[in-house]
């Protein structure tokens, strides 16, 4: 088993382009969760999903963010129209099929550090 | 709002000390705690989870305690040793996420 897979692992954008970020959890895995880290701040979370279905996304900004976890295929956080402040680096964890907090298993990936010029 | 609390922000310790990492939490109704190490560059790795029916959990060198009531959880590491060296995070879950800590950067001096 590789892991949570994320890619890319660094990732320079202009601003205004889109950046997209993948994560591939890690095999039998179900639950997805997405957290971004700023410089000289803690872990911030933005999104929890399962396959197909966004189930808490108070976490994301209302506008340019968008995330998914399609039946087929890695987890994209999707960024639109990036700016200085989207620099951080953005996590991606997985859990099997029962929500992280009720079993206490999860793995991380080693995050994309997103570089916005 | 939950918020979460780590001391000191940074630690340097001779090898073989013993030490202590401290985590607070402004909200109690927790349904567990967790303690991570993240290394530079790296994801974060899982170190102990203690559940909130419990007060303590330990793994090898590591120590967590909880202290639900009064908000409060330590992480006590034996015999330090340079590879111990990394950022320890504690998370909280009240519910669909985990707050996290800003962490403690731990360096452990040959």
């Known amino acids: 088993n590789a892991g949570v897979m994320q890619n890319p692992r660094h990732l320079v954008r202009r601003r205004g382009q889109e950046a997209r970020l993948r994560c591939s959890p890690m095999k039998g895995h179900s639950h997805v969760y997405w957290y971004r880290q700023l410089p000289e701040e803690g872990l911030k979370f933005m999104v929890y999903?399962?396959?197909?279905?966004?189930?808490?996304e108070s976490g994301m900004p209302k506008e340019r963010f968008s995330a998914e976890f399609p039946k087929e295929g890695p987890s994209i956080l999707r960024i639109q129209q990036v700016v200085r402040g989207d620099s951080a680096a953005y996590f991606c964890?997985?859990?099997?099929?029962?929500?992280?907090?009720?079993?206490?298993?999860?793995?991380f990936g080693p995050g994309t550090r997103l570089t916005v010029l | 709002k939950q918020e979460v609390t780590q001391i000191p922000a940074a630690l340097s310790v001779p090898e073989g000390e013993n030490l202590v990492l401290n985590c607070s939490f402004t909200?109690?109704?927790?349904?567990?705690l967790q303690w991570f190490r993240q290394d530079p560059g790296k994801g974060l790795t899982s170190l102990l989870l203690?559940?909130?029916?419990?007060r303590e959990q330990t793994s090898g060198r590591l120590n967590a305690s909880l202290d639900k009531s009064s908000g409060r959880s330590t992480l006590y590491i034996a015999a330090s040793q340079p590879g111990d060296s990394a950022t320890y995070l504690c998370a909280v879950t009240t519910g669909n996420q985990f707050y996290f800590g800003t962490g403690t950067s731990l360096t452990v001096i040959p």
């Open positions: 203690i559940q909130s029916s419990q």
């Open positions: 999903l399962q396959k197909e279905n966004i189930i808490d």
């Open positions: 909200d109690s109704a927790i349904y567990n």
């Open positions: 964890a997985s859990s099997p099929p029962q929500p992280w907090w009720a079993s206490g298993v999860v793995f």
